[in-house]
C-alpha cells in the first residue's frame, strides 16, 4: 500500500512539472512574440527614432514631409530606427510592427514601413522597407532593393549620415507613390544618371523643373501613375494658365499627424546591409 502511494505521489509530481514546464515555454513563446516590437506611439507619429541616430530638427523635418504626403494621398509612411532587432529578421520586424502599429487605411492598405537598425561595431546596419498589400504592384520589390536602397540610401547610411540617406529614399518613393512618375521610369532613368554629363543633366531637369511645372497642372494626357512623354510635357510648359492637380488643392491643416488607420502588410518588402 505505501509503494502504491509512493507511486502515486511521484506520478502526480511528474504531471505537475510538466504542466509547468509546458506553462513557462507558453509564456516565453508569448513574451519573445512580442519582445523587440515597439508599442504604437502615443501620440501618434510617422517618425520614430528609438536608435537616436537622427537631430531632433531632423526628425521634426521629416515628420512634416511625412505627414503632409499622408493627408495628400493617405499613403501612410513610417520611419522607424531602433538600436537591435532582438533576434528577428528585419522583415519579419518591420512586417510586424506594420501590423500591430495599423499603418495605412484599412481596406487601402497603402502603408509602408521604413525599419532602419544602425550599424554598431562589428554588427551590420540594416534597412528594410516592408509595403503593405495596396502597394506591392506600384513599388515592386526589385526597384525598393536595387535602386532605392543601394543608391539613394546606403550609400549615405555607410558615412553615418542616416539622415540623408532617409530623405533621399523616401522622396523616391514619395514620388512614385503619388504618380509622379512609375517605378519602371525612375529605374531607367536613373541608369542614365551615371552614363556622363549631358544624360544626368536631363535628368536633373526633368526630375527637379519639368515635373514640377507638370505637377501644378491638370493631368489631361495621362492616368496617374504614367510616365508623361517628353515631348508632351514641353509642350505643357510653353502656355496656358497654371491650375492646381488635386493634390495641390488639398488643405493640409495644421498640427500633427492625426492617427494610423489599420492597414495590413502581405510580404512585400526589400531590405538591405552594411
Known amino acids: 500500500m505505501i509503494e502504491i502511494n509512493n507511486l502515486l505521489g511521484k506520478h502526480r509530481k511528474i504531471i505537475v512539472m510538466k504542466r ?7 509564456i516565453s513563446v508569448f513574451i519573445s512574440s512580442f519582445a523587440g516590437i515597439p508599442e504604437r506611439p502615443e501620440p501618434p507619429r510617422l517618425v520614430n527614432d528609438f536608435a537616436g541616430v537622427l537631430a531632433d530638427n531632423e526628425v521634426k523635418s ?6 503632409q504626403f499622408a493627408r495628400q494621398t493617405s499613403t501612410q ?11 528577428y529578421d528585419p522583415s519579419d520586424f518591420a512586417f510586424r510592427l506594420g501590423e500591430d502599429w495599423g499603418v495605412g487605411q484599412k481596406g487601402k492598405d497603402n502603408g509602408i514601413v521604413v525599419l532602419l537598425k544602425p550599424k554598431t561595431g562589428n554588427r551590420q546596419g540594416r534597412i528594410f522597407i516592408a509595403t503593405g498589400y495596396g502597394l506591392e504592384g506600384i513599388l515592386p520589390d ?6 532605392i536602397i543601394d543608391t539613394e540610401m546606403i550609400p549615405y547610411f555607410k558615412e553615418k549620415n542616416y539622415y540623408m540617406g532617409l530623405k ?8 512614385i507613390t503619388r504618380g509622379e512618375y512609375t517605378a519602371e521610369y525612375y ?4 541608369s542614365a ?8 543633366l536631363l535628368f536633373f531637369l526633368f526630375i527637379f523643373i519639368i515635373l514640377p511645372v507638370i505637377r501644378g497642372r491638370r493631368r489631361r494626357f495621362y492616368s496617374p501613375g504614367k510616365s508623361l512623354p517628353f515631348w508632351i510635357a514641353l509642350g505643357m510648359m510653353s502656355g496656358g ?8 488643392n488639398f488643405s493640409s491643416g495644421s498640427g500633427g499627424f492625426g492617427g494610423f488607420g489599420g492597414g495590413s502588410f502581405g510580404g512585400g518588402g526589400a531590405g538591405g546591409s552594411w
Not at 529605374?187 to 536613373?190: M, V
Not at 544618371?193 to 544626368?200: A, E, L, S
Open 142 to 147: 526589385a526597384i525598393v532593393n536595387g535602386d
Open 187 to 190: 529605374q531607367e532613368n536613373y
Open 193 to 200: 544618371r551615371g552614363g556622363g554629363f549631358f544624360p544626368g
Open 77 to 87: 509612411i513610417v520611419v522607424v530606427t531602433v538600436k537591435d532587432l532582438d533576434g
Open 241 to 248: 494658365h497654371s491650375q492646381r492637380n488635386s493634390f495641390n
Open 62 to 67: 521629416l515628420e512634416s514631409e511625412l505627414v
Open 20 to 26: 509547468i514546464v509546458i506553462l513557462l515555454f507558453t
Open 168 to 175: 533621399g529614399g523616401l522622396e523616391v518613393i514619395m514620388k
